[in-house]
């Protein structure tokens, strides 16, 4: 399968949707407002989407991932009491799928490496050098990443780069909080090792 | 005490989530390899949450695909909706001439019992 077409952040319908405007949305569909809930999708949806593909490393289990956890959300949005963001209630279910994708896809699949999937950033900076520079190092900290063990993967992209405390990721995984804080440093000192000389390059373009 | 005992806490100590004892941290402020593992550490915890603002583009097709399930999943719900509420209704009538009978049942044996 070739990888998406590259756009920019601006073509991307709610890539970064504004809190507010989401806290609205979700009260509206709360009340029995489908279109709202539609909405709720549009602004969403792309995120989702990466940490979906983030999670199983394909892009078909990925939309797969998308699919049930939008209609998971949308069975289950009267039990979202909104302790939590939607974003991070989203990011849970989302884990949740995506650990089930993975189990049901077994070990007969390998993982392919698609380095040159498009992403787009939402803070793009203006020096051609630098963004090459921090562009090259980012590519092999993804290739790092998609080269871990799936379950440790999880781990540290919700971890590391959602944000998610232990407690949820364990519970989403389906292990204990130990077993995620296990996994989450042998998935950072795998990491370690395979980048030292480029996690330098890559924070210096940070 | 060597490096090996403090290396486990070492990615936590970079992050803020563990702090060291008195002897792991004297050993910190001395080894020069232990404070190198600390900096690549912040470097790389860097390096994964700048990846926070990169989003992937989805394939064509996929919002598309996911409304309309939505679509069905609310029209389901919605047929769930009718459905239970007829069942609700047939219950509550049943129910209704269930009463209705046994008070006239009662009315019946009442005035049975009535001398004449």
Known sequence: MSPPSRVTA??????NPEPHHLADLVARAR???????DDLVRATYADTYTLAYRLTGDEEDARDVVQE????????????????RFTTWLYRITANCAATALGRRGRHRHDELVD?????DEHPDHDPAARAERDAARVRLR????????RLRAVVVLRDIYDLPHEAIAAELG?????????????????REELSPDVAEAARAV | ????HVAPHLAGLADGSSALDLRERRHVEHCLRCQAEIVQYRRLLRALRSLRSEVLVPAPGLLGEVLANIEAAGEERAVRGLVSG?????????????????????????RHRRPA
């Open chain 1, 10 to 15: 601006a073509d991307l319908a709610g890539s």
């Open chain 1, 31 to 37: 009340d029995g407002d489908r279109s709202a809930f």
């Open chain 1, 69 to 84: 956890t939008y209609l998971r959300a949308y069975r289950g949005l009267h039990r979202f009491r909104g302790e939590a």
């Open chain 1, 116 to 120: 040159d999937a498009a992403l787009v």
């Open chain 1, 143 to 150: 290739g790092a990443l998609h080269d871990l063990p799936p």
């Open chain 1, 175 to 191: 292990i204990s909080e130990s077993a995620a804080k296990v996994r989450l440093h042998r998935a950072r000192r795998k990491l």
């Open chain 2, 1 to 4: 005490m060597r490096c090996d």
């Open chain 2, 86 to 110: 007829r069942r609700a209704a047939y219950l509550g009538g049943l129910a209704a001439a269930t009463a209705a009978g046994a008070a006239g049942a009662l009315v019946l044996a009442t």
